[in-house]
């Protein structure tokens, strides 16, 4: 079997864009023992921050035949991580056990150069510590043994509402994430540039519904009227077998 | 992309630097081959490299500016197998090194024969060194240019053409330099040195001219349909998720808009090569070098210009996602 690859599955046809993986991102990232992601003139006219994970919002079409998409955008972990090799220090890196695209903020140099490699704009660099930040897929919470095993699971999937987020090894076939992918035609983003991301999307799905007339009417109704049946007498057969009424 | 005024200093220094010190070592293999006059005092190379020892420092602590976190910038030379940066900040030294060796050994008059060819010629501590440190700048220029070329999200960097024009402008600032060094030196080199920056610098007017135009029209691998996975003819962005700024808009694109973008354009082609072309033709057979460091100064405001249009020009994939606030 090939390698762990811990991955999110985001599905796009049940994110209805509230953010509250953005604000949980933010809360659990900024507490932990990394420091703080840092914002600068937060209450100000223009402010900056950095945030691991960014929620957007696109229409396709034209009004009144428009559809939106709330798009969900963090570090998509790639297979074959661009933004790794041209890190001069070896600061930013992928763990072997579990492919999860890291950067050790006590290597970097803050040169910035992995941002320009990286085709997802996944990466921020934090001006007040002067290193790059990026999605960390909560490592320092999915390997906490202290928590209760269904709680080790990224910050931004314990707080999705509708559960749009899928967490999971991606190269298990038997897990949820995996199986998601399968099952629901998942996709990578970009994939004209061989990034292999690990990160999938579930497309968004059109649910509709075709009624035919004998539908609208009941089949088994006897009397081909519409309207409260007569009672049936006490003793007759019915549906459930044990009452008529 | 924003240009950083630290990474245009740096790469105009050090270009300067390098391509003088490639200069220098012409020069001098101009003498030990030919049959002219016997050749330039060693104090007169030991001074230029000197000269270029001071752009490639200067440009070394222009770098630093760069850097967040400049006290571990000695971790930068561990990724030399995969990254270009690496590369170029572990050569920045070592070319600093071997010029230093060669300023020094000119200076000492120390020249130990290491060969002798069967024509007569003969191959001395000097000019091996030379040799060295020439060898070494030239794969710097390498260096430097594939750190712009191989970012691959930037349609506009990512040919050869960036490595092709950072070698070329290098070198045309630095013989330009060594030109008006030679002719305010009074040196015999003056006229050689002269002709090499004009061809120099006509040709890497010639190749940046022909990067302006290829960057007018290059396609985009990426829409938003791939960017967000939706196979939609008709996609816009509503919201990139955040009324304020963010890394990705700040460091992803350039103040000024395309009107600035043009005019640094035409002034850097003017600056940069049009105006050093002139002088240097027109101090051609003279002496002196008044006109030529006039050349010198403006080259390089010219230089400064152009790698900040190189920066601005260069759009990056990642904008496809910061388009809208709302």
Redesign the interface.
Known sequence: MSKVQLALVIDLNVCVGC?AC?TSCKEWNTSGWAGPLTDQNPYGA??????FN?????????YPNT???H?P?SCLHCEEP?CV???????SYKREEDGIVLVDYD???????C???????A???D?V???MKKCTLCVDRITDTTLAEDRRKPACVLACPPAARIFGDINDPESEAAKAIRDYGG???????GTNPANH?L??RKISMTLHKDELVRADNPLKIEGELPRPSFNAPSIDDLSGW | ?RPAFSVLFLTTLIGTGQGLLIALVTAQFFFVIGSGPSGESGAFYALGSALALALLGLGLVASFF?????Q??W?????WR?????RE?ILIPAVCGLTLLYALDHWLGWTPVLMVFANGKALDLPMALGFAAAAAALVLFVCTGM?YA?????RQWSSSWTVINFLLMGLSSGFTLAAAYAGLMDSVLRDFLVADALAATLLAMATRLYQVRRNGHVRF??S?K?????H?P?????????M?????T???TAPGGAGTVRGLTVFFILAGFAVPAALLAASLGGTGGALLAVAVASQFAGLLAERWVFFAAGV????L??QAK?
């Open positions: 953010h953005v223009d402010p900056t921050g950095v945030f960014r929620v957007q919002t696109y229409e396709c079409g034209t559809e939106t998409i798009f955008k661009p090799p041209v890190c001069p220090t070896g600061a290597k970097c140099i803050g040169c910035k150069y941002s320009w490699s990286c085709p997802y704009g990466r921020e660099f001006p510590q002067g290193v996709f990578q983003l970009m994939p004209e540039w999307y497309p968004r | 992309m760069h850097l967040a976190n400049p571990r910038a971790r930068s030379a561990a990724k995969t990254s270009w940066l690496s900040v750190i191989c970012v691959k999200f930037i691998r990426s938003l791939t960017a967000i996975g939706t939609h008709q996609i816009r962005q509503i919201t990139q998720g955040f304020g700024q963010s890394f990705n700040i460091e992803f990056h994939v990642q904008n996602y910061y709302a």
